[in-house]
């Protein structure tokens, strides 16, 4: 059974950092591309970052520069490192392995206010 579980959202002050995790299990991880995904309040979920089975990130502009994604294969974990934080970066945060199964984690919600 394939499990994605995120946990370290909370809540921020702008400017502030979080750690985002998502421990995967039920599948080979080393195999797979991973990727980031948020839905802020009243939008659609929304791409945000990806790594490569290689450890190759891309991110969206929106992030760029603040955000880093990260995996750790023995660990079956996959991170984001969230710094600079913004009010838009508002969300529930989505692990997700893509690919002709796809599969998503329960979210874990980020809010950013003073």
């Known amino acids: 059974q394939v499990q994605l579980v995120e946990s370290g959202g909370g809540l921020v002050q702008p400017g502030g950092s979080l750690k985002l995790s998502c421990v995967t299990s039920?599948?080979?991880?080393?195999?797979?591309?991973m990727s980031w995904w948020r839905q802020r309040p009243g939008k659609e979920r929304e791409y945000v970052a990806t790594?490569?089975?290689?450890?190759?990130?891309y991110y969206s502009n929106s992030v760029k520069g603040r955000f880093t994604i990260s995996r750790d294969n023995a660990q079956n974990t996959l991170s984001l490192d969230m710094n600079n934080l913004k009010r838009g970066d508002t969300a529930v945060y989505f692990c997700?392995?893509?690919?002709?199964?796809?599969?998503w984690g329960q979210g874990t919600q980020v809010t950013v206010s003073s």
């Open positions: 997700h392995r893509p690919g002709t199964e796809p599969a």
């Open positions: 039920g599948f080979v991880f080393r195999d797979y591309g």
């Open positions: 790594i490569t089975i290689s450890g190759n990130p």
